[in-house]
């Protein structure tokens, strides 16, 4: 019979301790931070949930591999483990380690980009936006109406529009068309997955096109996860098999592995086309390192080909996904306002649902982030105004499309009792609603401004 407890298929061998902290001590830490949770110290945080990426737990698997790292400057064994593991699973000849996922964005866009091109994305991640740019490229995002209601249960939100993609590839023109990127998982839109018939989609029109078909895939097996129980057809199929047929639709992959490698640092891109990867080489050599290692240890090769493979272990994902929707599904019970259904790394709490009476010109994402702190001592993200809003030339107030707060869940680190915790901490935060108060940017920088800006609550 099968139990509804679902347990971690790990039991733990090194631990890392939490320093327990009093509200009173986190109310002097948040102000010395300026209310800007990136400002905290980690040993001030009791449940650090800012992000997924870089900071999950490896296996014994992965540090016994450690020791195998070969670090020879070129043609490096630990490489050749790497690149095997990486072309076995994408089927792409040409592979490229990078130190992470922004370091591949950076030379494959540098070299497609430039003025008057365009990017087509069901959601660029912003390093990614941010790499287009900066060549003066342009980076447009079609994510499928669906995604924008956040109460709207739909089992692939993370979605490109097909529609969309065809009438701006016409408009445009295909020869200014630099790339097509399908992000899998949709981080910005939610972490919501993408369905191998959009990936099929976007593949014809690409094809018919003549375009380049690139996949993000930093979280490429917890979308195989979704394919494997929502889409019809792919219920006899395996993960590490689904992810296979994804990639064998598109031109090339970039990839974090800083997520589902399940490393702490690292990168690399995969490519069919030879004489683009040529070009890419030589940017590579210039400024990430030699090919064969490109900006990493032996050791952190040895650890992305562990990590690569245990990645698609059907009891890990199931606890993955699972454990990620246990702590959704019981807030959305408790009354937190949640984007439904709930993804496969974060769970993001709709701020401007929680606290209607802050207006987005006073942050309530940035506000519930706080909270989170302050009550729980939970690092959490604002994705809302602060990082997405602006002032326009009249110097008027564009709010960002949604007030979210993202709880990313490193893989593998907190127990269950971990997320009790936060459950129990969101309950009280619930109770406290229509007392909590916005804040006010008292100093920000020019870009980025939600690492640095400084808040004073109003
Ligand atoms: N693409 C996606 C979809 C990502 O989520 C990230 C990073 C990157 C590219 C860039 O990779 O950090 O290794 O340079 N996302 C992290 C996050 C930072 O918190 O979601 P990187």
């Not at 090194?14 to 986190?26: D, Q």
């Not at 400024?287 to 650890?303: A, C, F, K, P, V």
């Not at 893989?411 to 901490?425: C, G, K």
């Amino acid at each position: 019979m099968a139990f509804k407890t679902i347990i971690e298929p790990f039991k733990i061998k090194v631990i890392e301790p939490i320093k327990i902290t009093t509200e009173e001590e986190r109310q002097g830490y948040l102000k010395e931070a300026h209310y800007n949770l990136f400002g905290l110290k980690s040993e001030q945080v009791l449940i650090d949930f800012l992000t997924d990426s870089g900071t999950s737990a490896m296996s014994d698997n992965q540090w016994a591999s450690l020791m195998l790292g070969d670090e020879s400057y070129a043609g490096s064994k630990s490489w050749g483990r790497m690149r095997n593991t990486i072309h076995e699973l994408t089927g792409y000849p040409h592979i490229f380690p990078t130190h992470q996922g922004r370091a591949a964005e950076r030379i494959v866009y540098g070299k497609l980009g430039g003025k008057g091109k365009v990017f087509i994305s069901n959601t660029h991640f912003d390093t990614t936006r941010a790499n287009i740019e900066v060549t003066g490229a342009e980076a447009i995002d079609i994510p499928i109406p669906e995604s924008k209601d956040t109460a709207l249960v739909y089992p692939f939100k993370g979605n490109m529009d097909i529609g969309k993609l065809e009438e701006l590839v016409k408009k445009h023109g295909k020869e200014n068309i630099g790339a097509v990127i399908l992000t899998v998982t949709n981080n910005s839109s939610g972490g919501q997955p993408v369905s191998m018939e959009n990936a099929v989609s976007v593949g014809k029109i690409c094809r018919n096109y003549g375009l380049l078909y690139l996949i993000d895939c930093c979280r490429i097996a917890e979308n195989a996860y979704f394919i494997k129980h929502r889409e019809p057809g792919y219920e006899n199929m395996g993960y590490y098999e689904i992810a296979q047929k994804m990639f064998s639709l598109a031109d090339g992959c970039i990839m974090s592995a800083k997520k589902d490698a399940i490393v702490n640092m690292g990168g690399f891109f995969a490519l069919k086309d030879k004489d683009f990867a040529d070009s890419c080489r030589e940017t590579l050599i210039i400024t990430e390192g030699y090919i064969t290692y490109g900006g990493l240890s032996g050791r952190d090769m040895e650890t992305i080909a562990t990590g690569l493979q245990e990645v698609f272990d059907p009891d890990y994902l199931h606890y993955r996904i699972r454990s990620t929707a246990y702590l959704g599904n019981k807030l959305h019970e408790v009354g937190v306002p949640v984007m439904l259904p709930i993804g496969g790394h974060a769970v993001y709490v709709d701020a401007k649902k929680m606290y209607p009476n802050i207006p987005a010109e006073e942050y309530p994402g940035q506000a519930l982030a706080c909270e989170l702190y302050l009550k729980g001592g939970i690092r959490s993200c604002e994705i809302g105004s602060v990082m997405m809003g602006h002032r326009d030339a009249s110097g008027c107030f564009i709010a960002a499309p949604m007030e979210l707060v993202r709880l990313a869940i490193p893989r593998r680190v907190y127990t269950q009792s971990h997320i009790e915790y936060v459950i129990e901490v969101f309950e009280k935060l619930k109770e406290d609603c229509g007392s909590v108060k916005g804040l006010k940017i008292i100093e920000e920088p020019r870009f980025l401004r939600h690492f640095t800006a400084k808040f004073e609550r109003l």
